[in-house]
Structure formats: structure tokens, C-alpha cells
């Protein structure tokens, strides 16, 4: 098993100075924290893994492909490989669990 503690890994994503920490890596997933601040621009592009958000805090509008949506607290996003997305409309800081399948490269 392996467990992990949200403000441990905030602690350390940003002791790093990094707005994403890849914190668990397995061989048919991998999960990460990344972390946007209220106003900031999302500079994501398309992964070549299909990904999920769980959104732990914050405010945003999200839009995947052609379709948006605002995501708060409890809010959880599929995002398929290969699509255009990215969180704006940042109005929270936000935190969110980044699930990829297969594992981010």
C-alpha cells in the first residue's frame, strides 16, 4: 500500500517551485498534483494519455475540446489522449489530482 497525505504533497510540489508534482507512477496509471493560483494562465497542451481530474480546491471554468464547464471542489473531468484542454477563469486557487492511464512519460 501506499498512501499519501494532500498538504504533505502541497508542501512538496511546492518546495519545488512547480505548479505539478508526479507523486505516484505504477505501471498502468500515474497520479500527480498540479496546482493553479486564482488568475493564473493554464500553459497545458494535449497528453498522449487519457486523464481524469478531481478537483480538491478551487474555482475554474475547464474546457475540453468544444465543451467548458465550471468545476469547484468535488468536481471530477475526463479528459480523453490527444485533446485540446485547459482550466481558465481561475477564480480560486485551484488544486487538483491528476490521474493519467497509461502513466505519464
Given at each position: 500500500?501506499?498512501?499519501f497525505?494532500l498538504?504533505?504533497?502541497?508542501a512538496e510540489?511546492?518546495?519545488?517551485?512547480?505548479?505539478?508534482?508526479?507523486?505516484?507512477k505504477?505501471?498502468?496509471m500515474?497520479v500527480?498534483?498540479?496546482?493553479?493560483d486564482?488568475?493564473d494562465?493554464?500553459?497545458q497542451?494535449?497528453?498522449?494519455?487519457?486523464?481524469?481530474?478531481v478537483?480538491?480546491?478551487?474555482?475554474?471554468?475547464?474546457?475540453?475540446g468544444?465543451?467548458?464547464?465550471?468545476v469547484?471542489?468535488?468536481?471530477v473531468?475526463?479528459?480523453p489522449a490527444?485533446?485540446?484542454?485547459r482550466f481558465?477563469?481561475i477564480s480560486?486557487?485551484?488544486?487538483?489530482?491528476?490521474?493519467?492511464?497509461?502513466?505519464?512519460?
Amino acid at each position: 500500500m501506499k498512501a499519501f497525505r494532500l498538504d504533505e504533497l502541497e508542501a512538496e510540489r511546492a518546495a519545488n517551485e512547480g505548479a505539478y508534482l508526479q507523486f505516484l507512477k505504477e505501471r498502468n496509471m500515474s497520479v500527480g498534483l498540479y496546482a493553479l493560483d486564482a488568475g493564473d494562465v493554464d500553459p497545458q497542451g494535449p497528453h498522449a494519455q487519457d486523464e481524469v481530474y478531481v478537483v480538491v480546491s478551487g474555482r475554474a471554468s475547464i474546457t475540453v475540446g468544444a465543451e467548458t464547464t465550471e468545476v469547484g471542489r468535488g468536481s471530477v473531468v475526463y479528459v480523453p489522449a490527444g485533446v485540446t484542454h485547459r482550466f481558465h477563469h481561475i477564480s480560486e486557487d485551484l488544486r487538483v489530482l491528476v490521474v493519467f492511464s497509461p502513466p505519464e512519460s
